[in-house]
C-alpha cells in the first residue's frame, strides 16, 4: 500500500473519527486486519449507514498508529530503516513526545573493529526500534547524553549520529504495551504480533525507565489473562534485565496489575538473582 | 536509578478505561434493548461500536461469564415466546387433523396448509440466523476470549441448539405433544409423496428445511451422525418410500409388461436422484437408491426377466431397447447380471437346439442311409446319394443357421448390453454347449461341409471382402467346437478330395483358410494341412521334372501318355478317406493291372522318382485318378442318319480308362462280361461296379453297352462298345459317382469316430509321457488335470480315457504306480 493512498485518501470509503483526529480510510484493508472492522462493515446498524465510526475512548494519537499499521505493517516509533519509509506519512501532526535521554548505539560496522563478525548482544544493535518519524522542519530539542554502560571491550565503539529526520521516542513500551492491548480490542492479529515484536526488540533499552513501570501496568490490566502473550514478554524482561524471576516469588504476577515505582526498585535489589 | 525522573513530564498513552467501574445491570439493559431491537429487523441506527464496546468492557471487568448467561437467557425467551408462537399460528387444522388422518382433507389443501407452513419455519430459522449472526457480531469480543478461554460454544452455536430445543423440540400444540419436529418431517414427507403422485412442489422450499436439519445436530457433541436431518428425517424418509415402491413394483408388474416396468423403474430411478439433488441432500443419494433398487430390481428382476413379455420376449421381437433397459437395471444391483444372463443363456442353448433338430429332422427326412455304403445293393444307390445330398444340404443350413443365431446375438450384445464382457464370456458359453451338445454330434462335420461347400462353389463371384468374411464365419464357429481334432479329422478329408480333385475354386482362398486356422488354433493344427498344399507344390514340380526327363530321352513317341502326378505323403494325407492302404484295411487292395502302355510309363515314373529320392516306396492310388482319353468312333449310320467318324476326348477316372483299353484290343461287335473285366484288371468289386454304371448306364456318357439293358450291374453282364455314341460336345467328363464331399452316413461317421477315438488314445497317451517324464512322479489327481490343460485345445478326453490310457501304460512298463502313499500316484519308468 502506497503512503499517498493513505495520505490522500483517494477512493476512501469509510472515515474513523478518534478525538480531534479522523481518518479517511478503504473498508478492504481494514477488513483484511481486523475483525472488528469487518464485522462493524458486515452489520447494518449506524456505522454501514453512515459509512463512519466514532471511537471515543482510545487515544487518537494510538488510533493514528494503529491506522497506519493498517496500511503499511508497522507503526513508529520504530527502527531507523523502517524510519525512512513511515517518514513518507502525513501522520496527522501527531505530536512526538521527546525522550529526555537517549541511550547508546553502537557503530559496529566501524572498519577494523572486528565486531561484524562477532556475536552481537542483542541490545547492544545500533536500530533500537524507539525512534520516530519527524515531519519536516519541526524543531526538536534532543538532549543529547553521554554514552553510559558500555563494557570496556566496545570502549572503541562510536555512538551513533542520528540523522535529522526523526527523534527518540520517550516512551516507546507504553506504546507497544498500549498496543498490544488495542489490537485485541479490534482484534488484529497481526498488529498484536507487531505489538509484542517492537517491545521486545526495545525492552533492553528502556526497562530501566518509568517507561517500563507503566508498560507493566498496562500490559497486566488491559487484557484477560489467558492472553499471555505481553505477559510472558514482561516476565522475560524481567527475568533478563533485572534478573528476577517473578514466577518463583509467590503472588507477584497478580500484583504485577498494579505495579508501581517502589515495587520495581524492591525487585530490582531481590536478592536471589537468577 | 530511573533516568529523566523528575527532569520533563512525558506523556504516555491514555490509558482508557482501565480503571473505571462499570455497572453491568445498566450495561446489559443497553445492550439487551439493542438486541430486541435487532430481533425485530430494527436495527439500522444501532452503534456497532457502541454495542461492541459495553460488550468488550463487561467481558474485560470479567464479567464475561455473567453476559453469556443473559444473552442466552434473552434468546431462550425471544425463541420460545414471539418465535414459537408465531409457528403455532401457521398450524391450520387440516394440516393438524392429517397428521393423524389423511381422510377430510383434499391433496391440494393438504399441500398448501403444508407448504404454510414450512415457509413459516423457513421465515423463522432464517431470521433466527440473520440476527444471530448480528449478535454473534456484536459479543465478537466475548466470544473469542471469554469463550475460547473457557470452551463453552459459542453464541451463535448455542443459540441454534436453542432453536432445535425450543422449537423444533416443542409441543406442536397445548393439545396435542408430538414435537414440531415430527410434524415437519411428516409435511415434508407429504409434500414428496404428492411429487412422486405428479404435483408440482415447490423443492427450494423444501431443501431450506432440509438445510436447516442438516445444520442441527440431536445431541450436544456435534457427532458428524447425529445430525438432525439423518436423524428424525432420513430414516423415515427411507422406510416410507420403501413401502412405496413395493407397492408400486407390485402393481407395475401386474398392470405393464416387462419393457414398460423397465421404463418406468428407470425413471422412477432417475426421479429419485434428481430429487435428492433439487429437493433433499446429496447424501441421501446412495441410500434411496438402494432402497429403489432393492424395491424394484432387486426384489423384481427374476419375476422381471421370466415375464411372459419378459427376455425372451424382447429376444424373440429384437427389442433391443427393452433389453437394454433391463440390462441396465439388472447390472445396478448385480455386477455379474446372472438373472439376465441366465436367460439369455437359457434362449440361446433354446434357440440352438432348435437349429441342431432342425438340421437332424431335415437329414432324417429322407429314408435312412444303406447299411453298407460299399456294399453291393445298387437299387438304394441312388436314393441314398440323394439323401446324402439332403443331409449335405442340412449341413450348410446348419452352419448358417448359427451364423444368424450368433449375428442375432452378437448385435444384442454390442447394442443392448454394452458390448458386456461377462456377458459375452456366457453367451459363448451357450454357444458352445449347443454345438458341442451331447445329442448333436455333427458340428464338426458340418463346418468343414460348408467351408468345402464354399471352397467349391460358394466363393464364386464374390469380392475379397465377402470370402473374407465368409472364412471368418466358420472360423467363429470353428471357436466353439471342442472337438477341434474331430474337425482336423474332416476337414482333411474334405481338403484331400478338393485338392486331388481340383475342386477348389481359388487355392488363393484354401491357404487364406488355413493361415485364419493358424491364427486361431495354432501352429500344430495347421501342420499336416500345410503338409498337404506342399505335396501338391512338390507334386507339380515332379511332373514336370518328368516330362523334361522323358523327352530328354530320344525319339518322341507319338503315342506317349502324359502323365501328372501327385505324390502324397502318407502320414499327412487321409489314407483311408483315399483309399490307400489305410490302417483297418486288413485286405490290402489287390494291384490294378494296367494296360501295358500306362505300366511302362508308370514304370518310367517310379524309376525316375526313386533315382530323386532313394527309399520311398510309392503306393499308387488309380481310384484317385483321371485319365483323358482320345477315343474314334467309326462310320456307323446314326440316329439322325449322318454317317462320319466322331472324335471325342473323354474324361475318365483311371480305372474307366483302364476298362475302356480292353475294348481297343477287342475287334468289333465283341463284348466282355463284367467277370473278365475284373479278371484282366483287378479293380476291386465296388469301383469296378461304379465305373461301368458310369461308362454304360449313366444316359449321357453311355460309352459302352451293356446286356442286358438295366441299372444294377451283375457279374453275369455283357459289355459292348458302343459304336454308336453320340455326343454334343468333344469333351466329355465322364463323371463317377459319390465322388464329392459329402455328408457321412451313420456307419461312416461311427467309424471315423471310432477312428478319432483310437488317435486321441495315442495323442492322450504321448501327453501322459510327456508329463511323466518331466516331472518323473506325480498324483493320480494332478496327472489327470495337467493333461486335460494340455489337451485343451485339441479335445477334452474323459477321464475315463485317460485312466484307461495310464493302465496301458502300466501295462506296457512306461509308468509304475508308487506303493504306499496317501494318494494314489505314479512314477515314471525311464
Known sequence: MSPSAFNSGDFSDFTISCGELTFKVHKMVLASCSEFFSACFRFPGKEADDSCINLPEDDPQMVRRMVIFFYHLDYDPTSEQLCNRLSKINHSNGPADLATTAHPRINWWLPGSGFKDAVQPCYYRFDCPCYCPLAEGERTDQPTAPPVNIPPAFSQAQTMIRSGAGVQMASPLTIHASMYALAEKYQSRCLMLRALKKFKDCVHDHW??????????????????GNRGMRDAILDAFRICVRVDISKIPGMEERLENFDEPCFHLLKSWPIKV | MIAGRGRQRIRPPRRGLHGDEIDFEST????????????????????????????????????????????????????????????????????????????????????????????????????HQVCMSMLADVLMYMDRVYCQDHRVPSIYTTAMVLFRDEILHSRTSAKDSRPLLDLLSHVILEQIQMERDGDVIDKHLIKSCVHMLDGLHADDLESENQRLYNVSFEQDYLNTSRVFYRGEAESMLRESDAGEYCRRARKRIHEEEDRCR?????????????????????NRIKELVEMESGVRFMIDNDRLDELNL????????????????????????????????????????????????DGGDKPKGQAQEKSLNLQTAAAIKWVEDVLVLKDKFDKVWRDSFQSDNLLQTAMTRSFADFINSATFPRSSEYISLFIDENMKKGIKGKTETEIDIMLEKAIILLRYVQDKDLFERYYKKHLCRRLLMNKSISNEVEKQMISKMKMELGNNFTMKLEAMFKDMTVSEELTSGFKKHVEGLGDRDPHRIELAINVLTSMTWPMDTIGGPGDNDEDRRPKCNFPPAVEKIKRGFEKYYSEKHSGRQLTWLPNMGTADVKAVFPRVLQKDGSFKERRHELNVSTYAMVILLLFNELPAGQHITFEEIQAQTNIPHSDLVRNLQSLAVAPKTRILVKEPMSKEIRPTDMFFFNEGFRAGFIRIKVGVVSSGNKVESDRERRETEKKNDDSRSHVVEAAIVRIMKQRKELGHQHLVSETISQLNGKFKPEVSLIKKRIEKLIEREYLERVEGGEISSYRYLA
Open chain 1, 208 to 225: 530501566n525507565t518509568p517507561d517500563f513501570i507503566e508498560a507493566v501496568v498496562i500490559g497486566f490490566s488491559s487484557t484477560q489473562s
Open chain 2, 326 to 373: 433391463i440390462y441396465d437395471l439388472n447390472a445396478r444391483v448385480d455386477t455379474k447380471k446372472s438373472e439376465v444372463t441366465r436367460a439369455i443363456q437359457k434362449r440361446i442353448v433354446e434357440l440352438g437346439t432348435e437349429v441342431n433338430n432342425d438340421a437332424i429332422a431335415a437329414s432324417q427326412a429322407a429314408p435312412p442311409p444303406a447299411p453298407a455304403a
Open chain 2, 278 to 298: 433439487a429437493t433433499l441432500l446429496e447424501s441421501t443419494t446412495p441410500k434411496i437408491q438402494k432402497v429403489v433398487e432393492e424395491e424394484l430390481i432387486q
Open chain 2, 28 to 127: 446489559w439493559d443497553i445492550i439487551q434493548a439493542a438486541f430486541r431491537e435487532i430481533h425485530t429487523k430494527n436495527a439500522s441506527r444501532l452503534s456497532y461500536e457502541e454495542l461492541y464496546r459495553h460488550a468488550y468492557r463487561i467481558v474485560l471487568k470479567k464479567k464475561g461469564e455473567d453476559l453469556y448467561k443473559k444473552v442466552k437467557e434473552f434468546e431462550k425467551q425471544w425463541l420460545s415466546g414471539e418465535v414459537r408462537s408465531s409457528i403455532q399460528l401457521l398450524l391450520s387444522p387440516n394440516l393438524l387433523a392429517d397428521a393423524q388422518s389423511v381422510g377430510g382433507t383434499t391433496a391440494n389443501e393438504r399441500r398448501v396448509a403444508g407448504e404454510k407452513f414450512l415457509k413459516g419455519l423457513k421465515q423463522a430459522w432464517g431470521d
